[in-house]
């Protein structure tokens, strides 16, 4: 399998991100990519031109930088729509101090929310009640506190929260997407 096929860490994307002078958060693109996805299907051209304007960049330094780039927007979409409903954002892994991890998840919130609120209110009015509830929980997980301490309530606490934004998320895409991803077989036959 080629590094294109693997979808790219975060410490790969913010390598990549450092490579083209800019520190900022790879959590909070992916973010924006989710969100982006999920509402319009972003296609690769917009994607970069989003992620080049977010680096302060007109364009990716060299080819291998794009299809990374190109990469990760394509996993993402592919988890996103997938059956098994196993998307994860892109965050901090456990590499990363907790408190490090709860900016990358906080970053990530914002960078999503950023996009939805883009979004008119005649859009979210079709939303169902859990995915209004949804979005206005990641509220509060954009401002969370950082500086968290490493204990194992901490590990917790921060962990369920990055289930609540990856189930938002997913929620997001599968309203957005009707039967899209196709989570139930409609080849099992109803037995009465």
Not at 121 to 149: F, H, I, P, Y
Not at 166 to 174: D, G, I, S, V
Request: aromatic share 6%; hydrophobic share 40%; net charge negative.
């Amino acid at each position: 399998m080629s590094p294109i096929d693997e979808r790219p860490d975060f410490s790969t994307i913010a390598d990549l991100f450092l490579l083209h002078g800019s520190l900022q958060s790879p959590a909070f693109l992916d973010g924006r990519l989710c969100a982006a996805l999920a509402l319009s299907d972003l296609d690769a051209d917009a994607w970069l031109e989003s992620v080049c304007l977010g680096l302060g960049v007109e364009q990716p330094r060299d080819r291998d930088s794009a299809a990374t780039l190109l990469a990760w927007r394509r996993h993402t979409l592919e988890a996103l729509a997938d059956s098994s409903l196993d998307y994860e954002p892109l965050l901090p892994d456990e590499l990363y101090s907790l408190a490090e991890r709860a900016r990358g998840l906080s970053e990530w919130t914002q960078g999503f929310l950023e996009v939805l609120d883009e979004v008119g209110d005649a859009n979210r009015q079709g939303w169902s009640a859990a995915l209004t509830e949804a979005v206005e929980d990641l509220g509060a997980v954009a401002t969370l506190e950082v500086d968290l301490d490493d204990s194992a309530e901490n590990e917790n606490d921060l962990f369920a929260l990055t289930e609540h934004v990856r189930m938002a998320a997913m929620l997001l895409y599968t309203e957005q997407h009707p039967g899209k991803p196709q989570v139930e077989s409609v080849d099992t036959p109803t037995h009465h």
